[in-house]
């Protein structure tokens, strides 16, 4: 996005932040440094030919997959869905999958097997004992899944600013504790307040790229989606949060529900840099919840086209979800309240209104 200064998003972004740093810094009494102009400055770009960088590149590995073409080795991933779709059950099950080096079903994986870190912010360790366990049997996880759990009575140490510096610091210590070279975090907004501002959702995306450069890392994080009308196919912009999460990952996929098979659940590339699209909306791939042994888990079946997994409207049924619209407009609601209240989209609430004059 360009500004009417000419100037790119980003580059505004960023210049925020520095004033808001030298602001902060004069309040706690930091003098700015002064610009020697016979110091040489550090290189901010590593530069080189492009035929250069080619025969670099030539020497590295390919990056191999994860979980097929949803997710390479060294990308930071999204995994985005709505409440309760069972996206932290398949985040559990790629780390258990890629901790043992066994790929899931009918996905490619050619990475090797290593240490997995999942960071849940989800449940208690008893819930997550028990989400395991059934009446005749408890899923034994491979020694190379590593779970953690945040401890709510921490608070923030001195030597640190603020909360968000904390956290980071911390998952490097966690990181290295267990020599992970996957990390799985369960979810985004509980790493960082306000994701729906660019400048924050910057900074979010900014420290888990250095995480991910500075540990040879790849990385999974889970977001959700706002309420979305289930007729229309599933996109980037369902995404909850600022765009720059979607525009700064490596790759993205996210999981909606069948409206057409009760109980499935499918899965949808909406983002990718180091394959083709091979799983978007002509080819998303179906799966189900299935019990095995104590593990919970998703069994893929088959692929179909999107819009057979839709929810169709009759005629009838839209007339009446418009004329609730209406009912709740004339009471005073907002176009938020109505949209949560009837579980519509805010584009479809205000699609209504418009139709209407509202």
Request: glycine share 6%; charged share 25%; hydrophobic share 40%.
């Amino acid at each position: 996005m360009i500004k009417k200064d000419g100037r790119p998003l980003v580059v505004e972004i960023i210049r925020t932040d520095v004033r808001d740093a030298a602001r902060r810094d004069a309040k706690r009494g930091i003098r700015p440094r002064v610009y020697d102009p016979d110091a040489i400055p550090p290189d901010a770009f590593i530069i080189h030919q492009a035929s250069t960088w080619m025969a670099m590149e030539r020497e590295r590995q390919t990056p191999r997959m994860l979980f097929g073409e949803f997710w390479l080795e060294g990308e930071l991933c999204i995994l985005f869905a709505d409440t309760n779709m069972g996206k932290s059950l398949l985040a559990v099950q790629l780390g258990d999958s890629i901790a043992r080096g066994q790929a899931i079903t009918p996905f490619k994986m050619d990475a090797e097997p290593c240490a997995v870190l999942y960071i849940d912010f989800e449940l208690t360790g008893k819930q997550f004992e028990q989400r395991y366990t059934d009446s005749s049997s408890t899923h034994s996880f491979h020694e190379n899944f590593y779970r953690g759990e945040f401890d709510q009575m921490t608070g923030l140490p001195q030597d640190f600013k603020t909360f968000d510096e904390f956290i980071t610091h911390a998952l490097s210590r966690a990181i290295k504790r267990t020599d992970a070279r996957v990390l799985i975090i369960d979810n985004i907004t509980c790493l960082r307040n306000g994701t729906e501002r660019s400048s924050q959702a910057l900074s979010l995306m900014k420290q888990l790229k250095l995480l991910k450069t500075r540990h040879g890392l790849s990385i999974l994080v889970l977001a959700h989606t706002p309420k979305r009308n289930p007729a229309l196919p599933i996109t980037r912009n369902d995404l909850q949060g600022s765009k720059m999460l979607i525009n700064f990952c490596d790759s993205a996929f996210a999981m909606a529900e069948s409206q057409t098979l009760a109980g499935y659940r499918y899965l949808k590339q909406v983002k990718q840099r180091s394959t083709a699209e091979m799983y978007g909306s002509h080819n998303v791939c179906l799966g189900r919840l299935e019990r095995q042994n104590g593990f919970l888990k998703f069994v893929f079946s088959h692929t179909d086209n999107e819009i057979k997994h839709l929810r169709r409207y009759s005629q009838i049924e839209r007339q009446r979800r418009a004329a609730d619209v209406l009912a709740h407009h004339k009471q005073g609601l907002s176009q938020r309240q109505i949209a949560g209240r009837l579980e519509m989209s805010l584009s479809a609430v205000n699609r209504v209104l418009g139709v209407a004059g509202g």
